[in-house]
Structure formats: structure tokens, C-alpha cells
């Protein structure tokens, strides 16, 4: 969240919304990574590391069952992001972190994909994809910065942060080739 967060209506600077508030709608919750999104400080890092546990949770699936899972959470992440955004009354508040979440499963599925071997392998290119995202997403290179400024509403609130995913993802799978235990 920066200071030039404002009420898309007033034009007025927009506090930091009451914790009760986020627990008050299943769109906020979620929006809201469960909470991850109401860190005081930099609310996308601790909602990409909620995306450590999802990957967790998503590893025992088959590449092409991965890929269409995370295609799904790409559109429901597009309607629960718009709605949390709108019932706000603040396009990508810094607060709404399931972007993080979404675009970390992209950056990670590189590790879906390789299938590493021995858990240092994965503990590395866990730890990897989530530096490597977080460097894209901070950094927002061309085109992410362009999807960023001029994409509006929840797929333009998704939008970027699956494109630094894809940015990450590419950079992990080729860093395959250098002395990584993965």
C-alpha cells in the first residue's frame, strides 16, 4: 500500500481498512489472502509467502491437472479481486494480495513441471521463485508495468502479477541448467 492509495469515488485518501472489516465478506477474506494483506508493512511480500502453502498443497498434482488449477484461480482470483476492489471503493489496494498468491504459483510451476529431486531441491526452488517473483513484481519491468498503469478492475489488478510470474517462471526453469540442486 502507498500514500496515493484513494477512494475511486472521492478522490480522498484511503486509511487502511479496519481488520473487521476484511473478515466481513468471503471477498475480503480472500482478497485479503486470510489476513496475509493486513500487514502494516509490505502486505505483498507476506501474501506471496501464502502462496508457499497453496504450491504446497497443489505439488501432488499432474502437470496438465496444475496448469488448469491455476488457470481457475487466475479467473476467480479476476471476480474476487474486482469485487473486494469495488466494495472498497480502491482499484488494487496493496491490501488485496491473491494477485501475490496466483502470480507465486506461476513463478513456482517450473518446480510442478521438473520435479525435483531430494528436498533441498525443492527448498531451494521454492525459496528461488519466491526472491524471483517478489524481484519482478517490485520492479514491475515493460510490459508488466504497462498491464499495471493500464489495466483496470480485477483482471487488471491479476494481470501483472501473472505476468511477473511468468517473467520468474522463465528465469527458474532457465537457471535449471546451473549447479542448483534442483
Known sequence: MTAKTTHQ????PFPRPPAALIWSTPEHVLAFGFGAGLAPRAPGTFGTLVGIPCLLLLLWLPWPAFVAATL????FGCFICGASARLLGVHDYGGIVFDEIL?????????????????????????????LFRIFDIAKPWPIRVFDR??????GIMVDD???GLFAAA????????????
Do not use: N
Not at 469515488?9 to 480522498?12: R, S, W
Not at 528465469?171 to 534442483?182: C, V
Open 72 to 75: 481457475a484461480l487466475f479467473v
Open 150 to 155: 493500464r489495466v483496470h478492475g480485477g483482471f
Open 171 to 182: 528465469l527458474l526453469f532457465g537457471l535449471r541448467h546451473w549447479p542448483l540442486p534442483f
Open 103 to 131: 502470480g507465486y504459483l506461476i513463478a513456482a510451476a517450473p518446480l510442478v513441471w521438473l520435479r525435483p529431486d531430494g528436498i533441498g531441491g525443492w527448498i531451494a526452488g521454492i525459496v528461488l521463485a519466491f526472491v
Open 9 to 12: 469515488k472521492t478522490g480522498a
Open 162 to 164: 501473472a505476468i511477473a
